[in-house]
């Protein structure tokens, strides 16, 4: 059991001993560290639901805490207890740990992650950095706690918007093609102007549709071509990211294809299809339009054709059915609220879903300084790879002006690094549900809550290491946190566990972050206030290396969760 879970079995304890075990106890870190490590803050509920007074029942829950965890119990205001943890204990929990770091162990449970998702037609924009760190930080986390994850990613590579791609793409001679496919913004941007322009192109790009459609060879060689071309595109920025996702993670909306007949019939099977306008629909009562008319979840269009609810009805079928995960996680942004929330409803009427948890978790825009869209000047989507550019290039030069002393290659792999990180983590210490203003100054700044602020953390410790002339391995033995700021440390660290727990909750990633943010000062203020290397106490020295060391690998494993890579140098 972590910390939180130790004080907070013995109060429920010293509740169910004095009768009040009805309103269960509320143990929270504590904000200010006057107020102790940990608060009580359930007294007050439980005192009037058994009428008594508060601070007489926080007095007697503390007469019977039995804790070896803690040094000092206090009753402050009108019934909080307030929690001092013993040096000694902390001590001890920290040695057991020796070369591991704290994480929860929950059940393991088989977590399926629907995220990135681009569509093949274009290039990934600034909007989808959200969804990649996002759900690869999510990934990462349930992973380093046990459960098994399947990565999905719901890749767009079919409907009516190809037929443009394929014909623009046939009349080009293969020199032409290598060139074209370079740039698929400018590829997409100019099929699409020709299909506004040229009637006899947009003609010939129907009967493309059909022919795709119809499985003609051809024209499925064509789009196979387009496909692989995306494809490349995406596992380059993946790569640059850090994203930990592979091709074998693609299933992609045509995986489908032969599902969705079997979808309607089955929907057909259950009674729920209803005909409108010659679309076949279902409706359920708890959607409505502003109108107060029902809202169909339109499975099959009047022409023939499948929209995107068939298709994510076929997707939540594979994942609940054959893929037979107990949870389903949906990074996807807030405006496919509605939509989820139907295709989750009809499925649990279908009978596709029964016991698992099928989950949206949406996220806000990013906006630029002025509270804006993100777009270029001529209103066209930032492609991410060209914010990934950018900011490597904007790391470069903070990285050559704060040690000119390294290489010419040190300084252009600490660069990627430090820009990766700081794009990431911009996006990972906000609230996901939120917009957010990308700043660059903010982001790369090496002070405050941001990924170079904790990778400078990171590397003062290496640096230390090494001048101490010692490794991780070295460092075992005895602890010691006599000074307040080692304690706050050494506590610190085995917090980590429920930060992990905290962020799982609600799968916002900002509590991590916020958390190795807090370590990080943590640390600098034990760096400030306990020497090191210049302690002559050989003992207390070899315990402050040590403490310095567990707060290397806890920061870099949190970051690690993120997607995030450390450097030994800056």
């Known amino acids: 059991m972590n910390l939180k879970e130790q004080i907070h079995s013995a109060v429920a304890q010293s509740f169910e001993e004095l009768g009040v075990s009805a309103s269960p106890p509320i143990v ?30 926080a007095t007697k829950v503390t007469e019977r805490l039995n804790l070896p965890i803690v040094n000092k119990l206090e009753v402050a205001g009108p019934g909080f207890v307030n929690i001092h943890l013993a040096p000694y204990a902390i001590e001890q929990q920290l040695m057991q740990l020796g070369d591991d770091v704290p994480v929860p162990s929950p059940e393991p449970r088989h977590f399926a992650v629907d995220y990135s998702a681009p569509n093949l037609m274009k290039e990934m924009h600034i909007g989808h950095l959200r969804t990649n760190a996002i759900g690869d930080a999510i990934v990462h986390v349930l992973e380093a706690v046990g459960h098994q994850v399947t990565r999905v990613n719901h890749v767009g590579d079919w409907g009516a918007q190809f037929g443009s791609l394929l ?17 698929l913004e400018v590829f997409y941007q100019s099929a699409s102007k020709l299909f506004k322009t ?166 806000g825009s990013i906006l630029k300084n002025d509270g804006k869209p993100f777009k270029t000047r001529d209103g ?14 904007r790391a470069y030069q903070l990285v050559r002006e704060k040690n000119p002393s390294l290489t010419e290659e040190e300084h252009r792999s600490i660069a990627e690094i430090v820009g990766v990180g700081a794009i990431k983590y911009a996006e990972l210490s906000k609230n996901r549900g939120t917009d957010y203003i990308f700043d660059w100054d903010i982001l790369l700044s090496f002070e405050g809550n941001t990924a170079p602020y904790l990778q400078y953390a990171y590397t003062r410790i290496q640096s230390v290491l090494k001048k101490a002339g010692v490794e991780p391995t070295d460092l075992r033995g005895q602890i010691t946190l006599a000074e307040p700021d080692e304690l706050d440390l050494g506590v610190k660290l085995l917090q980590f566990s429920e930060a992990i727990e905290d962020a799982l909750e609600d799968y916002q990633m900002n509590v991590l972050c916020n958390y190795l943010f807090e370590l990080s000062g943590q640390f600098m203020s034990f760096y400030e206030h306990c020497p090191i290397l210049k ?20 920061l870099q494993l949190g970051l690690g969760c993120l997607g995030i890579k450390t450097v030994d140098r800056m």
């Open 28 to 57: 929270k870190q504590a904000q200010k560290r006057e107020f102790g490590h940990y608060q009580v803050n359930g007294v007050m509920g439980a005192a009037k639901s058994a009428k008594l007074n508060p601070r007489e029942l």
């Open 167 to 183: 014909a623009y793409l046939d009349q080009l001679d293969n020199t032409e093609i290598s060139t074209e496919l370079k740039d």
């Open 198 to 363: 040229d009637h006899e192109f947009a003609e010939r790009a129907r009967g493309y549709v059909v022919r795709l459609q119809g499985g003609d060879a051809q024209c499925v060689a064509l789009w196979r071509q387009f496909i692989e071309e995306s494809i490349k595109h995406c596992q380059d920025v993946y790569e640059r990211l850090n994203i930990s996702l592979a091709r074998a993670d693609i299933h992609a909306e045509s995986a489908y294809n032969d599902d969705l007949p079997v979808v309607v019939a089955e929907l057909e099977q259950q009674g729920l299809l209803e005909e409108s306008d010659g679309a076949m629909c279902v409706f359920l009562e708890e959607f409505t339009g502003k109108d107060g008319k029902p809202l169909p979840a339109i499975v099959r269009k009047s022409d023939g054709g499948y929209p995107y609810m068939a298709t994510d009805l076929a997707a939540v079928r594979y994942r609940a059915g054959k893929l037979r995960a107990d949870t389903v996680l949906y990074v996807v942004g807030a405006p496919q609220q509605l939509h989820l929330k139907q295709v989750f409803a009809v499925a649990t009427a279908a009978g596709y879903l029964t016991d698992q948890e099928f989950r949206h978790l949406p996220f």
């Open 380 to 393: 066209a989507e930032v492609k991410l790879i060209d914010v990934i550019n950018e900011a490597v290039t």
């Open 535 to 554: 302690q002559s106490d050989p003992e207390i020295q070899h315990s402050r290396l040590r403490l310095a060391s567990i707060t290397a690998n806890v």
